[in-house]
């Protein structure tokens, strides 16, 4: 309001001192004017009454006579010389001093007349003055004639109060006028203010709601105030719209399960749900405080920091009160927000654990039977001198090898999913794949498959992971090859470029379907193929499985009857395991 008040006022003295200042141009132009149009009537006045003198003096003329007859207007003879003969004023003529070099004289005498204000020190007062030469039969004389100036002023002086009363007349209107436009002006425009305060607190008018309409005013500031309540309206469902979104936003996120809070560029707290709360064991006035009043877990310190100042996500598992969670960490777009989500992988996390133990448990009791089984299957086919008999005791053979090998790979997976620490040592890749053509060099010869290596290089891992992870690849590409098929096994180094392993084949190929399942335990793309081939379904999870421990990036293509390849990328150095 005060601003509003200081506005008005602002505008009132503007106005006021532009009207006045107008007035007073306008007052003194025309005194100005009056006063020029007074001292040229009375410029006129004295040529005239000096030209008519000129006419009428003669050689015979009574000088002394003549001069009386001026009336108002001063009427002066002079000789030639200067010396003054008559004048119209009472004066001592001999104590008159020469009048020659008087400019309106001289002008006279120049042949250029012209009047002149000036002040006589006879009279005491200033003058017009005005001159011209009368020529005689033997000489000449000059006729001055002369009017006072305060005469001349003497309209001006009487209109003078007139002028002053009529200016004060004047303000006084404007004065009025101006203040009733100004009010005019000023109070749609509080109205305005009360509207758009109205409309922040949430209150807004439809037409013909508002009880002091703007009857009267200007229609220029009528469409405004109603366009502002135009405006309120659509704003106010705006915002109802957008607080019902929230309302419902605000339901769905206290009440999901998940912990999500958001955090602005300073760290602090911007929005919390209940789940949150409950997590951290903390209160709904944490909001608005920094981070550290909900945790001081240097791994959610260093993720949300990278957040906020680099953009870039995490996903990282957290202990809290003895439960685990996994944890998200994502800028959101646009935004200067970041978000924290918490889920609740404790029972999973319990659940897989129960699975290892028991995958890893079953496994360790079925070898030791299953060795017992092959055992006595050689001592039997050693004994054995019955040949009916033999085809069985080798298939049982057989069976028992096949058990083993997947009892194998079991407790390798179970190794690998438990494995905490790592000892890892350069390997040549070359010398591996070498090493692995040689224990597969029957499956390749009866095949006919041609096998062929490209590169070399060296990575950090344990033996026995690289080893097991370039026996699965080669092995699955000879096992799932066609008769005088093709093994290609490159090894890429650059020192711009990650070092990568690349197994390829021409053989069955895997179709589009099956590849999103193919590293799943025991999933196998055709169980009959893959049984009489002697797979154990485990192998490329072995694979997958290794690559999660040393952070390298695992991909496969694969077309259907075309043949596969899979890379193996080494883009990460090697990562510690918690």
């Given at each position: 309001m005060k601003q509003e008040l200081s506005m008005r006022r602002q505008l009132f003295f503007y106005i006021i001192m532009i009207i006045s200042a107008g007035l007073f141009g306008f007052f003194g132009v025309s005194i100005y004017t009056a006063h020029t149009n007074n001292i040229n009537f009375a410029k006129d006045t004295v040529m005239e009454a000096a030209r008519i003198c000129a006419n009428l003096f003669t050689d015979k003329t009574d000088t002394v006579s003549f001069v009386q007859a001026g009336n108002d207007t001063r009427i002066t003879i002079l000789t030639s010389d200067g010396k003054v003969l008559a004048d119209s004023r009472p004066l001592d003529m001999n104590k008159i001093e020469n009048h020659l070099r008087r400019p309106e004289i001289q002008a006279a005498a120049n042949g250029t007349p012209k009047a002149f204000i000036r002040y006589s020190r006879t009279l005491g007062t200033d003058l017009m003055y005005y001159a011209v030469k009368k020529e005689l039969d033997d000489s000449y004389v000059f006729i001055r004639t002369a009017i006072p100036i305060a005469k001349i002023n003497t309209y001006l002086y009487t209109s003078l109060p007139l002028l002053v009363c009529l200016f004060f007349i004047v303000s006084l209107l404007c004065f009025f006028f101006t203040r009733k436009i100004i009010n005019r002006i000023t109070h749609p425009l509080e109205s305005i203010e009360k509207k758009l305060r109205s409309l922040s607190n949430g209150v807004y008018w439809h037409y013909g709601d508002e009880p002091d309409?703007?009857?009267?005013?200007?229609?220029?500031?009528?469409?405004?105030?109603?366009?502002i309540n135009d405006v309120a309206v659509i704003l106010q469902n705006n915002f109802t719209a957008l607080s019902n979104e929230k309302n419902k936003s605000d339901y769905i996120l206290n009440n999901?399960?998940?912990?999500?809070?958001?955090?602005?560029?300073?760290?602090?707290?911007?929005?919390?749900?209940?789940?949150?709360?409950?997590?951290?064991?903390?209160?709904?006035?944490?909001?608005?405080?920094?981070?550290?009043?909900?945790s001081y877990d240097k791994a959610l310190a260093a993720a949300v920091d990278d957040s906020v100042n680099h953009g870039n996500k995490s996903r990282f598992e957290m202990m809290i009160d003895g439960r685990i969670y996994f944890t998200a960490v994502k800028r959101l777009p646009e935004t200067s927000l970041t978000m924290i989500a918490l889920s609740d992988v404790t029972e999973n996390r319990e659940n897989a654990k129960r699975r290892e133990e028991f995958f890893a448990n079953a496994s360790h009791e079925l070898k030791t039977p299953l060795t017992a089984i092959r055992g006595f299957s050689e001592l039997s086919a050693i004994n054995n001198k019955d040949e009916s008999i033999g085809k069985y005791i080798e298939s049982i053979s057989r069976e028992t090898e096949r058990m083993l090998s997947l009892v194998g790979d079991m407790l390798k997976l179970s190794e690998l999913e438990n494995m905490r620490e790592l000892s890892p040592v350069p390997i040549n890749l070359a010398k591996t794949v070498n090493e692995i053509r040689g224990v597969l060099s029957t499956a390749i010869s009866e095949k006919s498959i041609t096998f062929e290596t490209e590169g070399d290089a060296v990575v950090k891992a344990e033996p026995g992971h690289i080893y097991e992870l370039v026996k699965n690849l080669v092995e699955n590409a000879v096992r799932y090859n066609n008769q005088n098929g093709k093994v290609s096994v490159k090894i890429e180094s650059n020192e711009k470029e990650n070092m990568q392993l690349v197994v390829s084949d021409d053989g069955i190929g895997i179709s589009s379907e099956d590849q999103t399942r193919l590293f799943e335990r025991f999933y196998r793309v055709e169980k009959s193929r893959s049984v009489k081939n002697g797979g154990t379904g485990l192998g490329l999870s072995i694979v997958k499985h290794i690559c999660v421990l040393y952070g390298w990036k695992l991909s496969l293509q694969s077309k259907l009857g075309v043949g596969t390849e899979v890379k193996v990328v080494f883009e990460k150095p090697l990562k510690e395991v918690q």
């Open positions: 309409t703007e009857t009267g005013t200007y229609d220029e500031i009528n469409k405004i105030v109603w366009g999901i399960t998940d912990g999500i809070f958001l955090v602005d560029e300073h760290k602090n707290i911007a929005f919390i749900n209940s789940s949150a709360l409950e997590i951290f064991n903390a209160n709904a006035n944490v909001s608005g405080k920094n981070l550290n009043y909900l």
